[in-house]
């Protein structure tokens, strides 16, 4: 039997939003290795194992990934979201290119999913409609300093932003510096979209201004969306405004 692996994004949640490609991928594998709640999201079935690991053993899990497809398994290994996106995929690629050179030749795949700041942003309207970038406000695998550094530039720049991993109860303190830092650069009307297990039956948006927005309003379930300059509301009767980034800007 030939080994393959797969690094596969389970998208945000609901099993719709699952790409057919996955689908397909998670149907033919022999393992599944991943972070605990991800791989829990995988039914169980015979043929099939399980292998769940904890958050911080990264390497670790794309090495022992690695082996059981160099072995012979179809291995899928599973992110939430994208897997490239603050996720596996470069965990896989690091260890990769720390193995011997032959493990190079082995049928490794990345499969897309839908990433939380694209499934927010649908929720919302079109806050990403201009243009945009992501950042990790976790300070676990970089400095403090550089979180601020891109942010401020962000900021100089006028790029509507995505903040994965705001707030934890490792890192109570962080997002509410981040929080700071934006009020100091921008207007109060800031539009700011806190969205808290999108797709799932925990969700949760909200819609508020930077004057508004507090450290509370984020977990490690939510996504917070920053609006450029230019992102504004469309405001409607009994239901939720919609967001959105006009696609033209002059200067
Ligand atoms: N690879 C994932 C991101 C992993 S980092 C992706 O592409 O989405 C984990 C962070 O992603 C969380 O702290 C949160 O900020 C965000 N996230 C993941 N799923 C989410 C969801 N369903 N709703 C809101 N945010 C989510």
Not at 25 to 33: G, N, P, R, S
Not at 54 to 80: I, K, P, T, Y
Not at 169 to 188: H, I, K, N, Q, S
């Amino acid at each position: 039997m030939s080994g393959w692996l797969v690094i596969a994004g389970l998208g945000p949640g609901d099993v719709e939003l699952v790409t057919p490609e996955v689908s397909h991928a998670l149907a033919q594998a022999t393992d599944i290795v991943g972070y605990i709640p991800y791989v829990r999201r995988i039914a169980p079935r015979p043929g099939l194992t399980l292998h769940e690991s904890d958050n911080r053993v990264e390497l670790e899990r794309a090495r022992h990934a690695l082996e059981m497809a160099q072995a012979g398994a179809r291995v899928v290994v599973v992110s939430s979201g994208d897997p490239g996106v603050f996720a596996m995929a470069s965990a896989v690629f690091e260890a990769l290119e720390a193995e011997p050179a032959v493990w190079r030749a082995l049928d490794i795949r990345v499969l897309p999913g839908i990433t939380a700041m694209l499934a927010a942003s649908a929720r919302a309207g079109a806050p990403l409609g201009h243009d945009f970038c992501a950042i990790n406000l976790s300070d676990n695998l970089k400095p403090w300093a550089v979180i601020e550094k891109r942010l401020r530039l962000a900021v100089e720049a006028d790029f509507a932003m995505g903040f994965y991993n705001p707030r934890s109860r490792a890192r109570p303190d962080g997002f509410g510096r981040v929080l700071d830092l934006l009020r100091e650069a921008c207007d109060p009307e800031r539009v700011l979209i806190f969205a808290r297990a999108v797709s799932t039956a925990e969700e949760d948006l909200r819609i508020v201004t930077l004057a508004e927005a507090q450290p509370e309003m984020a977990d490690m379930r939510t996504v917070v969306l920053v609006g450029s300059s230019r992102t504004r509301l469309i405001a409607r009767d009994g239901a939720r405004p919609f967001v959105y980034t006009p696609r033209s800007v002059s200067e």
